[in-house]
């Protein structure tokens, strides 16, 4: 089955800086690779995702760049704010309709 | 549009008893629902594929007798967790999948439901 990891596990970031938040998959056959958002308590959200016939996706602050080849695929914030403070997960997925494979989840704080 | 809803929220049972979680797609119909489980501060391990009119798929290690998934409508599947024990607390969360046009063919998570076994 598919092994997805995730780094790192907790991350702080000033208010204003770049956070990168990175994954690596071990399954070729997968191709579609979202992120999530999770706020303590709270449901997974969907922020960003990603097919494999595409290298970069952007969506204002946010940004995901995947490289097929390597096998992985990284979550970039600019500008990061104080309500980007969350756990953040990776996942990887034969397609959109396919059970999800998460990562072990980043703890971002951004300090103001 | 895409809401997913989960009832209880939460839940405290005595150990031994059975619980059922329900997981709905309220705007949406869903073939496919998914049950995942997380712990405290960990990541959400998936634990079933839940298909309507069909027997769920399990993840290797997950016991299909334990943790009972139907999927009797488009809009409904439900998580029977029978004779729960302490070790069976979670937090557990389905998602669904909205399928059809491209650009919304993803998978919408629920609320969640904290089970706390005593």
């Known amino acids: 089955g598919e092994n997805v990891e995730q780094h790192p596990s907790t991350l702080s970031v000033q208010e204003g800086d770049s956070a990168v938040i990175k994954c690596t998959y071990s399954?070729?056959?997968?191709?579609?690779f979202p992120w999530y958002k999770q706020e303590l308590g709270k449901r997974p959200q969907l922020i960003i995702d990603?097919?494999?016939?595409?290298g970069e996706k952007k969506d204002q602050r946010i940004a995901v760049t995947l490289n097929k080849t390597a096998k992985h695929f990284s979550l970039h914030i600019t500008e990061t704010q104080p309500e980007d403070s969350a756990v953040y997960f990776c996942a990887a997925s034969w397609s959109t309709g396919n059970q999800f494979y998460f990562g072990t989840g980043t703890s971002l704080t951004v300090i103001p | 549009g895409a809401v997913v809803s989960q009832h209880p929220s939460w839940v405290i049972c005595k150990s031994g008893t059975s619980v059922k979680i329900e997981c709905r797609s309220l705007?949406?119909?869903?073939?496919?629902m998914f049950w995942y489980r997380q712990f405290p501060k960990q990541s959400l391990m998936l634990m079933a594929t839940s298909n309507e009119g069909s027997k769920a798929t399990y993840e290797q290690g997950v016991e299909k007798d334990k943790f009972l998934i139907n999927h009797a409508s488009l809009t409904l599947s439900t998580l029977t967790v029978t004779s729960a024990h302490p070790e069976d607390s979670s937090f557990y969360i389905c998602s669904a999948r909205l399928a059809g046009l491209s650009f919304t063919d993803t998978q919408y998570f629920g609320p969640g439901t904290r089970l706390t076994v005593l």
């Open positions: 399954d070729s056959a997968s191709n579609y």
């Open positions: 990603i097919r494999s016939n595409v």
């Open positions: 705007d949406f119909q869903a073939t496919t």
